[in-house]
């Protein structure tokens, strides 16, 4: 109970309240099964369509992958000496911030978004029911009516404006809209990128699956190659350099395949 009690302060005293006793960089990591998860490294990766080379990565400690999008967005264009870049990402990429941040390195972003609203959840319409219009700065609801901008407040960091109508009260689909007394929408100030990327995912339903075949298909590799325990090495300095190495020997795999091995040692000569 004594060393309990000593490993509970440690993870109290933690930033994370996590510790690892075997690698103490390690952290724990969410799993696709609902309510897992594994002690283990976050692992980024950026391939090409064209010859599906990893031009970028990096290993993390971070379970989430919303703060990577723009990171591994801006090592892929410097890798590439690209004046500009278009990348695709899943759902767990999704975030404003990040998405603003590519589009303002020159980077435009397909991404879908996720849907967590409540009131769609309970059957009521959701905010992408609402048309806006960027012209008048109003938003049309469902029912036709205008919403119209009041005031911004800042929420978590973001300034958020809000609009509503005082219709509502009198509304023939109130029920189906909301349990208060207006509905009020509110617009980051920069929703215009996330919308931008939203509409590019629309006009390209395909390019998920273009991700699902380029990204997905290294890490099947990699992993098939490194065995069930996967990383050997241990912190995180050392698992970034054996990630590197399982990359140097995975492209030049990939380039054997795509140009032969007499045209890499004439390349590696001249």
């Not at 690698?23 to 010859?51: E, F, I």
């Not at 999704?94 to 769609?120: D, H, N, R, W, Y």
């Not at 319409?125 to 005031?151: H, M, N, S, W």
């Not at 054996?242 to 492209?251: I, K, P, R, S, T």
Request: net charge positive.
């Amino acid at each position: 109970m004594q060393r309990l009690k000593a490993i509970e302060k440690q993870v109290l005293a933690s930033p994370d309240q996590q510790i690892s006793l075997t690698d103490p960089d390690c952290r724990s990591m969410a799993t696709s099964g609902r309510g897992s998860g594994m002690v283990a490294y976050n692992v980024q990766s950026a391939v090409d369509t064209t010859n599906h080379l990893i031009v970028a990565h990096e290993v993390t400690n971070v379970g989430s992958d919303r703060s990577q999008l723009a990171s591994m967005a801006v090592q892929a264009k410097d890798a590439l000496h690209a004046d500009k870049l278009e990348a695709v990402a899943d759902r767990g990429y999704f975030k404003g911030e990040e998405i603003l941040a590519c589009e303002q390195a020159g980077i435009m972003v397909t991404l879908p978004k996720p849907q967590t609203s409540g009131a769609k959840s309970e059957g009521r319409f959701g905010k992408q029911d609402f048309v806006y219009r960027p012209t008048e700065d109003v938003y049309i609801c469902p029912a036709g009516e205008t919403l119209k901008y009041y005031y911004t407040s800042e929420e978590n960091g973001q300034n958020m404006r809000s609009y509503w109508t005082n219709a509502c009260r009198t509304c023939p689909l109130k029920t189906q809209c909301t349990k208060s007394a207006p509905r009020r929408i509110k617009r980051w100030e920069h929703e215009a990128v996330v919308e931008a990327a939203q509409t590019r995912l629309d006009h390209n339903p395909l390019a998920m699956r273009v991700r699902r075949e380029t990204v997905e298909h290294p890490f099947a590799t990699l992993k098939m190659r490194m065995g069930a325990t996967h990383f050997l090495c241990t912190t995180l300095p050392k698992v970034a350099t054996e990630m590197a190495l399982c990359v140097l020997g995975y492209n030049i795999t990939r380039v054997l395949n795509i140009v032969g091995v007499a045209a890499l040692i004439e390349a590696i000569q001249v």
